[in-house]
T-cell receptor
Framework: GAVVSQHPSWVICKSGTSVKIECRSLDFQATTMFWYRQFPKQSLMLMATSNEGSKATYEQGVEKDKFLINHASLTLSTLTVTSAHPEDSSFYIC?????????????FGPGTRLLVL | GQQLNQSPQSMFIQEGEDVSMNCTSSSIFNTWLWYKQEPGEGPVLLIALYKAGELTSNGRLTAQFGITRKDSFLNISASIPSDVGIYFCAGQLSTSYDKVIFGPGTSLSVIP
């Protein structure tokens, strides 16, 4: 199946710093990528939809100035958590959809665990 | 917004038993998806359903897309210890281009 990678797999940072997380589709071109956040023992909550070459669409309640998303190429989307605070600590998961396959669903990355001290 | 409900919330079963879990929604979905997530990993797609009434199998897993388009179930036959994990149902409201909405998950524990 299609492979989606994320980097880094985990990151620890100090409060107030910014953290960038990369999501790559390894063997297909992803016209659309999605970013999710998952808190412990909870479900995945969609943060934003990222389309290649255009601005991301954020879900209600997600601050676009805090969670910067860039989808500059068909195989890479980045999520930057700006001025991170402890409450931003979470598991961030991206997914990517293969633009060539109409019925194909989204493939998920392995996730990035963020801990803000 | 749209909300999915899953039941049961958690299950503890004996190895070899069959498992059944289901998912309901107040909205009509055009696609139903079942994912499994293990600790510290992203969800992995198990089964995708695209038509009302569709019954699809993947090994010991069987899932059905409800006729009303508002529900789906997942069955696991002859459970084994590696079936342990969180099972999420998810849906897409319109096409496969749409965002995926996740249910709260069913935690499955298998006792050897």
């Amino acid at each position: 199946g299609a492979v989606v990678s994320q980097h880094p797999s985990w990151v620890i940072c100090k409060s107030g710093t910014s953290v960038k997380i990369e999501c790559r589709s390894l063997d297909f071109q992803a016209t659309t990528m999605f970013w999710y956040r998952q808190f412990p023992k909870q479900s995945l909550m969609l943060m934003a939809t990222s389309n290649e070459g255009s601005k991301a669409t954020y879900e209600q309640g997600v601050e676009k100035d805090k969670f910067l998303i860039n989808h500059a190429s068909l195989t890479l989307s980045t999520l930057t958590v700006t001025s991170a605070h402890p409450e931003d600590s979470s598991f961030y998961i991206c997914s990517a959809r293969d633009g060539k396959l109409e019925k194909e669903t989204q493939y998920f990355g392995p996730g990035t665990r963020l801990l803000v001290l | 917004g749209q909300q999915l409900n899953q039941s049961p919330q958690s299950m503890f079963i004996q190895e070899g038993e069959d498992v059944s879990m289901n998912c309901t929604s107040s909205s009509i979905f055009n696609t139903w998806l079942w994912y499994k997530q293990e600790p510290g990993e992203g969800p992995v797609l198990l089964i995708a359903l695209y038509k009302a009434g569709e019954l699809t199998s993947n090994g010991r897993l069987t899932a059905q897309f409800g006729i009303t388009r508002k529900d789906s179930f997942l069955n696991i036959s002859a459970s084994i210890p590696s079936d342990v994990g969180i099972y999420f149902c998810a849906g897409q409201l319109s096409t496969s281009y749409d965002k995926v909405i996740f249910g709260p998950g069913t935690s499955l524990s298998v006792i050897p």
